[in-house]
């Protein structure tokens, strides 16, 4: 059996993850309304967050006006949605996703198999740096046929640990000396809780399948795989191994023994991200980039935030990594598909390559006081993004550094992709596992894997 025990080195990334996207729907449906009564195709696209600040929504109105005035042709209309695994396949069958809507890495090759999303190789390979493109991470939304389905737009990330500097500091701890280690984090989030009655000196995400996610997630930190893929494609599901037993076993004592983890378990990547703005949260572990999101959505305080690499222990140990893509319902009209990959260019991707771009849309953000220069692993390469980077230097607002724990490491990190079969559907089947263990003290962790085991090889068995 090939094992996918391996960590995948920045520059190769493959298989990369979903995690909790950002993404925005409404009542788009790729067919019967682009065209509005003055001829201009009309594009409905993805926006931000539900409530999110009014100086985002007025940086993101800034630049559809910016885009439209380059292209009088396009009517672009936005729509607010938060992507949840548990309701986005509903949407989708519906018709009420947008006709740019946002996927997962994990997501596209199971609706590229189902032909629930549109081919856009024609439409992509008009983009002059349509070849430049990381090859692991352009595959992530490539069908069997070899086209262009989904178009990688944002995000890619390295998950990191997040953590309040104040509450640091409210404990006695430095933030500027964050834990390296998992034993580390369970003595910072002890002394977090005890000097913050109420507080949660570390949290977990546990419902909308970000349990099974973050479980994931602390299963490779420490040497573990919860799937085996052979060399005939056939997966094994093996969530029955020592890392994530240590995982869990090291939530059961932050709960049982150290009461650190607060009284709210069942938390997903919003309502999680509210509770750290709001600093009821010490530390947790998301992708590297949701600063943005915080900032944008929860009201942030930047001062109070730090992000540090995820702690890794034992051989094999490893980050898990992920992204967003940018999709079109599977009925996408020619027409609505030439406008889509234009925005998708202009909001999403050409301030990466482009000097003039990147500076714009850096000044545009700046002018409303939105973030701008989030840690992100890199689309096309070390070289490109470090280059980006430079081109935005003046511009850069985010706390840089409040977050070299992070950054003095992020082009080394041993990457590893989420688990590449039936994703969503065994991370649900996780979810009730991680709930359990933090709610009944006398949780059987062996029984409690051996039977999601049982029931995501199953899933895996249908093919």
Not at 279 to 305: E, K, R, W
Not at 377 to 403: A, C, G, H, R, T
Request: net charge negative; proline share 5%; aromatic share 8%.
């Amino acid at each position: 059996m090939k094992s996918t025990r391996r960590a995948i080195a920045l520059t190769l990334v493959g298989a990369l993850t979903a995690t909790a996207l950002a993404a925005c729907s409404g009542s788009g449906s790729g067919e019967g309304d682009g065209e509005s009564a003055d001829g201009k195709t009309t594009l409905k696209v993805v926006s931000l967050l539900p409530g999110s600040e009014p100086e985002a929504i007025d940086a993101f109105n800034e630049q559809v006006k910016q885009f439209e005035d380059a292209n009088p042709d396009i009517d672009v209309v936005p729509e607010e949605y938060e992507w949840k695994a548990t309701t986005f396949a509903a949407q989708l069958a519906g018709g009420t996703l947008p006709d740019v809507f946002e996927i997962p890495f994990t997501d596209a090759k199971t609706l590229v198999e189902n032909k629930q999303i549109a081919d856009l190789d024609t439409q992509f390979r008009t983009l002059p740096y349509a070849d430049k493109f990381n090859p692991a991470i352009i595959e992530a939304g490539t069908g069997p046929d070899g086209h262009v389905y989904a178009i990688p737009a944002k995000n890619v990330y390295g998950v990191g640990l997040h953590y309040n500097r104040a509450l640091f500091e409210s404990a006695g701890l430095d933030p500027d000396s964050p834990p390296t280690t998992w034993d580390q984090v369970r003595e910072y989030a002890k002394k977090i809780a005890d000097a913050n009655p109420g507080v949660a000196g570390y949290a977990q995400m546990t419902q909308n399948n970000t349990g099974g996610w973050q479980l994931t997630v602390n299963t490779y930190s420490r040497g573990g795989r919860v799937q085996e893929v052979g060399d005939d494609g056939k997966a094994t599901e093996s969530l029955d191994n020592d890392g994530t037993k240590e995982a869990l076993e090291f939530l059961q004592a932050l709960r049982w023994e150290d009461n650190s983890m607060g009284s709210n378990f069942l938390l997903d990547w919003g309502t999680m991200n509210e509770a750290f703005a709001a600093g009821q949260v010490g530390m947790y572990t998301s992708g590297s980039d949701v600063y943005t999101s915080m900032v944008q959505s929860n009201g942030l305080d930047p001062a109070t935030y730090g992000l540090t690499a995820l702690p890794l222990d034992g051989d094999d140990a490893g980050v898990l990594t992920g992204g967003t893509l940018a999709a079109m319902p599977a009925k996408a009209t020619d027409d609505k598909k030439a406008a889509a990959v234009k925005w998708i260019d202009f909001f999403y991707l050409n301030k990466l390559v482009d000097q003039d771009a990147a500076v714009k849309d850096a000044q545009t953000l700046v002018a409303s006081d939105q973030p701008v220069g989030t840690p992100v692993l890199p689309m096309f390469s070390k070289e490109q993004y470090l280059e980006n980077q430079e081109w935005i230097k003046d511009y850069i607002n985010v706390p840089l550094n409040q977050m070299t724990g992070y950054t003095d490491t992020m082009f080394d990190l041993p990457l590893v992709g989420e688990p590449s079969q039936k994703t969503q559907e065994i991370y649900a089947l996780i979810d009730p596992v991680v709930q359990a263990v933090l709610t009944d003290q006398n949780a059987d962790i062996d029984k409690l894997l051996a039977d999601a085991n049982k029931q995501a090889q199953a899933l895996l068995d249908q093919g």
